[in-house]
């Protein structure tokens, strides 16, 4: 099994600022829509306030969106992938029974600027977009998901599953250690074991769990297989998600 700890949302490049967190809830907001492809606005999600405040007034309700991941009501999750990211995903060999853990950049409630935990995905099924049929795509364009609307890349692909966007924001789920710079991470100890893709270099782990993160990229890949460790670790992190 592989544990794909993948960055998402609003930060200082993709939109201006950090995701709020409102009355507890960590609010992912999506990423700009920069293709021209997704009909979806920050008002139909009923985030043009959060927007506007997070962008510093650069966007707002009007503004198309990147609503991806996606959490619908039913229980499914549906992330969409492509360009280098994909292809790492494709190196890294993810698939069915695979786990995406979103993580973002928050600020508020005290809390300051910091990486967060903030959903999950277990993969299912993975479509390519390149490849399927027409009557495929037209269901996801239904939901709203935008890679569906138009190919971004020649690698474009869904991944879908089961998943759910936590409702609260605890601190099992925060990444940056209090206090610091929200790169510098505190993870568990078996992370630096298995490895963590895109973070070899030996000076990225220090002591105590310590990890200073990529300041770029998406997809960061451990290779868990059946240690019990990483597995337990994850239990506990879906459990924090899904808690009411």
């Not at 309700?61 to 619908?72: E, I, K, L, V, Y």
């Not at 786990?99 to 995905?121: K, N, S």
């Amino acid at each position: 099994m592989r544990i794909i700890f993948s960055r998402k949302g609003f930060d200082s490049a993709a939109g201006g600022g950090p995701s709020p967190i409102v009355a507890g809830r960590p609010l992912s907001l999506p990423i700009p829509d920069s293709k021209g492809l997704s009909p979806v606005t920050y008002g139909d999600l009923g985030l043009g306030e959060h927007v506007a405040k997070a962008s510093r007034g650069k966007l707002g309700a009007g503004d198309a969106c990147h609503h991806d991941p996606m959490f619908c009501a039913d229980g499914t999750a549906i992330l969409g992938q492509c360009h280098a990211a994909q292809g790492h995903l494709v190196k890294q060999g993810v698939s069915e029974g695979d786990v995406f853990v979103f993580f973002g950049l928050f600020d508020g409630e005290g809390e300051g600027r910091h990486h967060r935990i903030f959903a999950y995905l277990t993969i299912e099924q993975r479509i390519d977009l390149v490849t399927c049929d027409e009557a495929t795509r037209a269901r996801y364009r239904a939901l709203g998901q935008p890679h569906a609307f138009g190919l971004h890349s020649a690698n474009d692909m869904l991944y879908i599953g089961r998943g759910a966007a936590a409702q609260s924001a605890p601190a099992g789920l925060r990444l940056t250690a209090p206090g610091e710079k929200p790169s510098q991470w505190i993870v568990p100890n078996w992370l630096h074991r298995t490895g963590l893709s895109c973070h070899e270099a030996a000076w990225r782990w220090g002591e105590e769990g310590r990890l200073q993160a990529v300041s770029r990229g998406q997809e960061f890949v451990a290779h868990v297989g059946d240690d019990g460790e990483p597995r337990a670790w994850l239990d506990r992190v879906l459990a924090a998600i899904t808690a009411a």
